[in-house]
Structures are given as structure tokens and as C-alpha cells.
């Protein structure tokens, strides 16, 4: 088991940057690859960027440019940074941990383990 914890949400102006961060517990995250979701209300979960166990990562192409992904398996973190909010950006982030094998990453369902979300709100 694999409990996930999101911090460091909130209200930004467009333009500024958020560094959001996922604690786990329950398990080490080294050789666990972790990803970062978010969902706007009546929307599926959609795919942000990945960390993967190996310390590359791999990002939305729609985010490009504007994330960072960074993983401390010493400290059982991974973070989230983005730059160059847009209103567009507003949406609940979510941590998840543990692919499903063979079943991709993009997808939501094929993670095992969520937090709870850290809402992110972008103002004009």
C-alpha cells in the first residue's frame, strides 16, 4: 500500500509559477514510478507528466516548456512545477503511484494509487 499526500496548491495570477509537492508513505517510491494528473469538474483525469522510477520524465506535450517533474526518493517526494499559469491550468492535481503493467501511463485507471488532490486556481 501506498498513501499519497498533494500539498502546496492554491491561488495564483496568471503568469506566476506553483511548485507543488506529493509526499508518500507505506512504501519507498524508488522503484516506483509516479505521475501527475489533473481534472476540472465534469472532465476525466488527464495526464500531466510522469516521473519514472529511473528519473526521466515525460510530460503532455500541452505543458512542455512549463513543467518540471523532480523526484527526492530519499525524501519519498515528487514535485510539480509549473510556470506560466493560465486560467486553464485551474484544476484539482493528483498524485499517483504504481503503473499497472502493460497498461501504459496516459490513462488514469492504469495507476493504483491517488491522493486526494491539491486544487490549483489561476486568476486573471
Known amino acids: 500500500q501506498v498513501q499519497l499526500v498533494e500539498s502546496g496548491g492554491g491561488l495564483v495570477q496568471a503568469g506566476g509559477s506553483l511548485r507543488l509537492s506529493c509526499a508518500a508513505s507505506g512504501r519507498t517510491i524508488t522503484n516506483l514510478d509516479m505521475a501527475w494528473f489533473r481534472q476540472v469538474p465534469g472532465k476525466e483525469r488527464q495526464f500531466v507528466g510522469i516521473?519514472?522510477?529511473?528519473?526521466?520524465?515525460s510530460l503532455a506535450d500541452f505543458l512542455k516548456g512549463r513543467v518540471i517533474i523532480s523526484r527526492d526518493n530519499a525524501k519519498n517526494t515528487m514535485s510539480l512545477q509549473i510556470s506560466s499559469l493560465k486560467p486553464e491550468d485551474t484544476a484539482v492535481y493528483y498524485c499517483?503511484?504504481?503503473?499497472?503493467?502493460?497498461?501504459?501511463?496516459?490513462?488514469?485507471?492504469?495507476?493504483?494509487?491517488w491522493g486526494q488532490g491539491t486544487q490549483v486556481t489561476v486568476s486573471l
Open positions: 516521473g519514472w522510477s529511473d528519473q526521466r520524465t
Open positions: 499517483a503511484a504504481e503503473r499497472r503493467p502493460n497498461g501504459g501511463w496516459i490513462r488514469a485507471n492504469v495507476w493504483n494509487y
